[in-house]
């Protein structure tokens, strides 16, 4: 498969996992091994993560901790089956992109991991309430905005540091000779 075919079908795939996940998934755990599963992803994985719906709590955190793995392997595996190679960074400001991909990211995966309570929904702080996040559609659009952010900033750090290493050998080898 080419290597741009390979990149976009990541890219598509991060994308849908969640939103397939969550539909796969029931809303609570009621069989024994929905509950060793949710035991399990608790106390292993992300289990206690920044999404808790009540209305969805167990396909929450199922989604939560299985499509943040995937997106880190799926960025992982994109940059290197293309390889280590110089990207053509001549279009893009690369250090705006840093300065931008680095936090999102970073406040993404944090997202993910730690815990939050929410409290008892007012109606101002819409993003940050129960009610946000036990809405089908604002949650899976949270999770697909989260996962992609996550994608993209961990390849474009990974093609970045890769053209970095190989821009500094050649340097060395040029003030070598």
């Known amino acids: 498969m080419p290597e741009k075919k390979i990149e976009e079908w990541f890219?598509?795939?991060?994308?849908?996992?969640p939103i397939v996940v969550f539909l796969l998934t029931p809303s609570h755990a009621v069989s024994p091994v929905e509950n060793q599963l949710a035991v399990f992803v608790d106390e292993y994985l992300f289990g206690q993560g920044y999404y808790?719906?009540?209305?969805y709590p167990f396909a929450a955190k199922l989604t939560n901790s299985f499509s943040f793995f995937f997106a880190v392997t799926a960025a992982f595996i994109a940059a290197f089956s293309q390889g280590w190679k110089k990207y053509d960074f001549s279009q893009t400001h690369p250090v705006l992109l840093i300065l931008v991909m680095l936090p999102l990211t970073i406040f993404s995966i944090w997202l993910t991991v730690e815990p939050m309570e929410?409290?008892?929904?007012?109606?101002?702080?819409?993003?940050t309430s129960e009610s946000f996040h036990n809405t089908v559609f604002l949650y899976l659009f949270a999770m697909v905005c989260k996962n992609t952010t996550i994608y993209l900033g961990i390849r474009f750090i990974l093609a970045f540091s890769s053209t970095f290493l190989?821009?500094?050998?050649?340097?060395?080898e040029r003030k070598s000779k």
């Open 118 to 127: 929410f409290s008892k929904s007012t109606g101002r702080s819409w993003g």
């Open 166 to 172: 190989i821009e500094w050998k050649e340097y060395r």
């Open 52 to 55: 808790k719906p009540m209305a």
């Open 11 to 17: 890219f598509w795939t991060v994308l849908f996992f």
